[in-house]
């Protein structure tokens, strides 16, 4: 049973940088992608972004010029870091499994089927 | 850039009563790419169908999806007072990589 394990930082000021980590426990690493998707108070889910185990990245335009997401294979963990944070980056943030590797080296879409159990983001000054 | 706009933003029904929520695409969305997941007050999402209309494991079979094209539809048979949850839909777009969510229908219990 895979299970996704997040922990970071759940306090920042304006313009200081957001930096979560989410350990994957159990199952494939290497054969997913891993995406960070965030919800603001009362609000819908936004996708972050995503990173597979050879760190190749896609990321929501919205949001790319202060988004890295990078990726430990050592330790089955990948990360988040949002720079320049302020009060509209306030939010629950979770990661979760999203993308397959099929056998014939594509990826497939079945959904983000495992996630995290969230974490809760407030930029404050 | 595709938007998904759900419908209606709050559904009021009762236990045992068909509830149906429906996505609609401002582009063509290949079915492959469709998603819906329910999500309960201070719980992560939970994925219920990818593909449209394949349940994901362990999602018991009062849940269903279809559609293509640019309308989905999310039906619950008959309604567990379990299931009142918001829903959510989401597309995978390829070019270039990236998920959309719809902005969620709240299903409460009348």
């Known amino acids: 049973q895979v299970q996704l394990q997040q922990w970071g930082a759940g306090l920042l000021k304006p313009s200081e940088t957001l930096s979560l980590t989410c350990a994957v426990y159990?199952?494939?690493?290497?054969?997913?992608?891993w995406s960070w998707i965030r919800q603001p108070p009362g609000k819908g889910l936004e996708w972050i972004g995503e990173i597979n185990h050879s760190g190749s990245t896609n990321y929501n335009p919205s949001l790319k010029s202060r988004v890295t997401i990078s990726v430990d294979t050592s330790k089955n963990q990948f990360s988040l870091k949002l720079s320049s944070v302020t009060a509209a980056d306030t939010a629950v943030y979770y990661c979760?499994?999203?993308?397959?590797?099929?056998?014939?080296?594509?990826?497939?879409?079945?959904?983000?089927?495992?996630w995290g159990q969230g974490t809760t983001v407030t930029v404050s000054s | 850039e595709i938007v998904l706009t759900q419908s209606p933003g709050t559904l009021s029904l009762s236990p045992g009563e068909r509830a149906t929520l429906s996505c609609r695409a401002s582009q063509s969305v290949s079915s492959s790419y469709l998603a819906w997941y329910q999500q309960k007050p201070g719980q992560a999402p939970r994925l219920l169908i990818y593909?449209?209309?394949s349940r994901a494991t362990g999602i018991p079979d009062r849940f269903s999806g279809s559609g293509s094209g640019t309308d989905f539809t999310l039906t619950i048979s008959r309604l567990e007072p379990e299931d009142f949850a918001v829903y959510y839909c989401?597309?995978?777009?390829?070019?270039?990589?990236?998920?959309?969510f719809g902005q969620g229908t709240k299903l409460e219990i009348k």
């Open positions: 979760a499994r999203d993308r397959v590797l099929l056998w014939f080296g594509d990826w497939g879409d079945y959904g983000m089927d495992v």
């Open positions: 989401q597309q995978y777009g390829s070019s270039p990589t990236q998920y959309t």
């Open positions: 159990g199952g494939s690493f290497s054969g997913y992608y």
């Open positions: 593909g449209a209309s």
